[in-house]
């Protein structure tokens, strides 16, 4: 099962490293294998998220996760996406733009850097109405019940996700008038626009991947036997429902690797600005994050231990605090890594308590324990 899932990340692994030795020596080969880790780290918290929209999935869309979306991850965020960046911030065509990272590359890695301001807003403000969304949910696993039940209580207002976003991307352009942690100049208006567009594109394929995802669940619920009717006689119409759920729900996960990406690329400027290096170190731990995600889907494992999405969805709540915080303010890249990994980390041993209290209710009375909330 292990070797099964993990396989071609474990093969990527060698061929990295050993293309890394070949091209750059001993010390390229290092390079890429801190990247591997320090995309790892940093991700680790979109593995279980991904796990709890892929599961939602049949094999067929996860095998196109895997490889479809893995050329996406790989060579559309850690290679093509910050020439592209590049392209659009210096007005470049995107073949200057490939000849400066190649020739040029502190130049490339100050424009890459000149535009943070406008990845963090756009990333910032998409993680977090994944976050509050969450969090104002009415939900039968509460893991910070102190927490959860008022803020389940306030989601009964619809816009109050959106309201606190665009509040928080107001606090967040006003303080970036002046940045002197990017390059200063005022950047406000860049920061507003991005945030802006990070909120619009959550809204539009959160939206439509939900509006088919319902839409398909209230099929299957009202009338499931009709369902496999039509699908006995050949009408190919509840196949076009759910590929058009999936379709969305699988644009929905490539958005929200994109989001986690911006502070993966960002932060491996710190170590080298060669795009190539970056690209293959980065592109290795992408892979990893992506064996895991069907690693918890095929084990079911977010059924076992459930608070890790609510782990994993405080991680995305802090990543992008952190993202809009440093629009402003740098912030160590070990700090973004480690909010994540010591949340999911708690939430897991949350859960680990909760099954052994369970289980001990449950065998000290002889019956199945019954599904309870959290904490």
């Keep these: 099962m292990l070797l099964k899932t993990f396989g071609w990340s474990f093969a990527a692994t060698a061929a990295g490293l050993a293309l890394a030795g070949v091209l750059w020596g001993w010390q390229g080969l290092a390079i890429v294998g801190i990247l591997s ?42 290679l093509v996406f910050p020439v592209v960046i590049v392209a659009i911030t210096a007005k470049l065509g995107p073949i200057e733009a490939v000849n400066l990272a190649i020739n040029d590359k502190a130049q490339y890695q100050e424009l890459v850097t000149s535009a943070h301001p406008a990845i963090a807003a756009f990333g910032g403000i998409f993680l977090l109405m994944i976050f509050l969304d969450f969090i104002f949910e009415e939900r039968d696993y509460k893991w910070l019940s102190w927490i959860e039940k008022p803020m389940a209580k306030m989601g009964k207002l619809d816009t109050l996700s959106i309201i606190i976003a665009l509040v928080a991307l107001l606090v967040s352009a006003m303080t970036v008038a002046t940045s002197v942690a990017h390059g200063g100049g005022d950047k406000s208006a860049t920061v507003l626009l991005s945030g802006v567009a ?61 989001s986690f990406s911006f502070d993966g690329v960002i932060s491996a400027f710190a170590i080298t ?24 889907v095929r084990k079911g494992t977010l059924d076992d231990y459930v608070y890790l999405e609510h782990g994993a969805h405080y991680a995305i709540g802090a990543l992008a605090v952190i993202l809009l915080i440093t629009i402003k303010y740098e912030i ?44």
């Design 198 to 258: 990070g909120l619009i594109t959550y809204l539009v394929v959160a939206g439509v991947s939900g509006y088919f995802e319902g839409k398909l669940e209230d099929e299957d619920e009202a009338a499931e036997e009709a369902a496999e009717a039509r699908a006995a006689k050949g009408n190919g119409s509840a196949v076009g429902l759910a590929g058009k759920a999936a379709f969305f729900m699988f644009l929905y996960l490539e958005v929200i690797d994109a």
């Design 37 to 78: 880790i320090l995309e790892i780290s940093l991700s680790f918290d979109n593995a279980v998220i991904n796990a709890g929209i892929l599961r939602k999935m049949n094999a067929f869309w996860q095998k196109i996760f895997l490889t479809l979306g893995i050329l996406i991850a790989v060579f559309g965020m850690r």
């Design 332 to 375: 160590p890249e070990v700090v973004t890594g480690l909010v994540g990994v010591v949340l999911i980390a708690l939430s897991f041993a949350s859960s680990v308590v909760r099954n052994r209290r369970e289980g001990s209710s449950g065998d000290a009375s002889g019956e199945k324990p019954e599904v309870t909330s959290g904490v």
């Design 273 to 296: 600005n060669d795009i190539f290096m970056m690209a293959l170190g980065l592109g290795i731990g992408a892979m990893y994050i992506r064996s895991l995600t069907v690693f918890l």
